[in-house]
């Protein structure tokens, strides 16, 4: 074991969903797509903190912001965040991030599910501290983040009535 190794924490084993709010970065600006009007509001560096505001106040309105931030919480390495939630049993949850570049879920989703870094983890960075240390309330108290967060079923694939797999192809009448 390595007196350098740090703390992963796998959220589908233990029943979590945590998001994980991002820094601003200008690479990863929220250009265009649904999240995209913040920057006219709040300026080019909107990070995951304002994205998840304004999810909260528009899809679980006033005071929704204060009422999760009551949850446990970690303070990551590069100054992001990362919410705690504990995800409903038999619930498939994505990968998928709400908001590229300002917000990832991690969850049960995918084959193997995701994880995070746990508080006393040390990168280059910097370390992972608790923020704030509180019970881990149920995603399903947020019933938006928890419809968000949700296995959305892909289309089944069609195979096409025709090919054109031999270069040749249809010449009409």
């Known amino acids: 074991v390595s007196p350098f190794a740090n703390i992963g924490l796998a959220v589908k084993p233990s029943k979590l969903l945590v998001i994980d709010l991002d820094t601003a970065k200008r690479q990863y600006a929220l250009k265009g797509g649904t999240w995209g009007f913040l920057h006219d509001r709040l300026g080019p560096l909107v990070d995951g903190d304002d994205v998840l505001r304004e999810m909260c106040s528009r899809f679980g309105g006033d005071g929704e912001y204060d009422r999760l931030m009551q949850t446990y919480r970690v303070c990551t390495a590069s100054y992001g965040c990362h919410v705690y939630l504990n995800w ?10 709400p908001a590229p570049g300002a917000i990832d879920f991690r969850s049960n989703g995918g084959q193997k599910g995701g994880y995070v870094l746990a508080p006393g983890s040390s990168t280059t960075k910097g370390m992972y501290v608790v923020e704030h240390d509180a019970p881990i309330l149920d995603a399903t108290d947020f019933p938006w983040i928890v419809e968000m967060a949700r296995e959305q079923p892909r289309a089944a694939r069609v195979k096409p009535l025709f090919s054109n797999a031999s270069g040749g192809g249809y010449s009409g009448l």
């Not at 409903?88 to 991030?97: E, I, M, R, T």
């Open 88 to 97: 409903p049993d038999g619930v498939q949850a994505s990968q998928a991030s």
